[in-house]
């Protein structure tokens, strides 16, 4: 699986206001991207237009793929709220996407991956009978399950408390290697860590910021990681 | 609580010294279950019968329409107004319209409760089905979710909370349409035998037959509800 880059470029409205004004957002294939910003300052929807879901604003300007080919079907979405089915057990939402398209799911790769999520003695039990971190992690093991170049993450660790959140990140990274990823939040300090890229939303407008030179995904206690974090506070505060 | 019912009816009947023929006590009522319990058995059986049918055709007819409203917009703006202007038509007063065209048998009991049902189901799960959680609907799309799909295996599990509402009220309210067919001409039923006993002066047995009747409805909303607990238990 080769992932592509994503470009979006455009002018988002709300009735007659802008969200945000001929912003370009441009996320590397294969890497992690990071978008941070205060809520309700448009990142959510700026996934969403990426994600071809609706998001109540008019959008005039494109989407686009560095291969050229279409987008739509080639993303997976993964949000705050795990979005888990509470009818079906861990391995009925794991496949999910397969019952959805009326395929037959791939129980073999559906097993391994929730083997390799740590949730192989969970697999049959409904999601109400887990914890908020298991959670995420059954929504983590449907996003991969659905096999997609870009993943789209909204918000996905920001109700876990602050141990499981870690834990997830290193997790998500771990096994999202190689696809292109947009995560969305607004925590400076996950941002700082998760990041390849990292864009700043503020006031309707997108910056890049300037990464350290380590890898992401960054250790916790790396000092430069942590400057960042803390610079990228000031910015958010300033902004 | 019941005895104490009881106990505060057959005081006033003692008490008032009113005639059986106005308020029978309970003793009465009680034997004249006992004395007629083959002909109350055999008008609580077409009666039961009616309301079995009504529930379940009514129920798979609001649900059906439910779905078919949830699913199209187109129908959503032909048929919902319609469908609430019909609620403007009391259901009582179709009752000797159906029975004249339907006859005095079971069809015109069974279509009375089907009416009187079929709005409430078709609300409650309507409401439902357009209430979908809209992550579950993104994350549907995002998937390649078909709209027959999405309806089927995210939206309809979805709002079986909501049809269940529907389904309890349903339960209290067929046994209503039922007797309502009843009076208006039936050959049978408690309804009918209410009737029959009333014109004879039988005040006891109508008691009888109407508490018959109530036991059946409560009997009806107990197990529809258990039904429902385990069903919205097993979606939640």
């Known amino acids: 699986m080769s992932a592509p880059g994503v470009t979006l470029a455009g002018t988002a409205r709300f009735g007659g206001t802008a969200l945000f004004e001929d912003v370009r957002l441009s996320l590397a294939g294969g890497r992690w991207t990071c978008l941070l910003g205060p809520s309700g300052c448009g990142k959510s929807t700026l996934l969403r237009l990426i994600a071809g879901l609706e998001t109540g604003a008019a959008f005039a300007g494109e989407v686009a793929a560095s291969d050229g080919r279409p987008i739509a079907g080639r993303v997976a979405y993964m949000a705050q709220d795990d979005l888990l089915m509470p009818w079906l057990d861990v391995a009925g939402n794991v496949a999910l996407g397969a019952r959805l398209r009326g395929e037959a799911a791939d129980t073999g790769r559906r097993d391994a991956l929730i083997a390799r999520l740590g949730l192989a003695e969970h697999a049959r039990k409904r999601p109400a009978a887990l914890s908020g971190g298991q959670r995420q992690r059954v929504a983590l093991a449907r996003t991969l399950m659905e096999e997609r170049p870009v993943v789209l993450l909204d918000e996905p660790f920001s109700a876990l408390d602050a141990r499981t959140r870690v834990d997830m990140q290193e997790l998500a990274a771990e096994t999202l290697a190689g696809r292109t990823v947009l995560l969305v939040t607004h925590d400076p300090a996950e941002a700082a860590r998760m990041g390849d890229a990292v864009w700043l939303m503020e006031g309707g407008a997108l910056h890049a910021v300037p990464v350290p030179g380590s890898a992401a995904i960054r250790p916790v206690s790396d000092p430069e990681t942590l400057r960042f974090g803390a610079d990228l506070l000031t910015r958010l505060r300033a902004a | 609580m019941t005895v104490a019912l009881l106990a505060a009816w057959q005081a006033a009947v003692w008490l008032f010294a009113l005639p059986p023929f106005i308020l029978p006590g309970p003793l009465r009522v009680l034997a004249a279950l006992r004395d007629n319990a083959g002909l109350i058995a055999h008008h609580a059986a077409i009666t039961a019968a009616e309301v079995a049918l009504g529930l379940v055709l009514g129920v798979a007819l609001g649900a059906a329409t439910a779905i078919g409203l949830a699913a ?157 607990d385990r069903l919205t238990a097993r979606m939640a």
Not at chain 2, 139 to 161: D, E, F, I, Q, Y
Not at chain 2, 212 to 221: D, E, I
């Open chain 2, 72 to 228: 199209s917009p187109l129908a959503r703006a032909l048929l919902r107004p319609a469908l609430v202007a019909t609620q403007a038509l009391p259901v009582f007063a179709l009752a000797p319209i159906l029975t004249l065209w339907l006859g005095y048998g079971l069809a015109s009991k069974v279509l009375m409760a089907v009416l009187i049902i079929y709005f409430p189901v078709t609300s409650a799960f309507f409401d439902g089905l357009m209430r979908t959680p809209r992550g579950w609907l993104d994350l549907g799309r995002t998937m390649g979710a078909s709209p027959r799909r999405l309806m089927w295996r995210v939206r309809v599990p979805a709002a079986v909370p909501a049809l269940a509402s529907g389904l309890r009220l349903a339960a209290v309210y067929a046994p209503i349409g039922a007797v309502i067919g009843e009076w208006v001409g039936a050959a049978g039923g408690l309804g009918y035998l209410m009737l029959l006993a009333n014109g004879r002066a039988k005040t006891d047995l109508m008691f009888a037959a109407l508490l018959v009747l109530a036991a059946l409805t409560l009997a009806l909303y107990w197990a529809v509800n258990r039904g429902c």
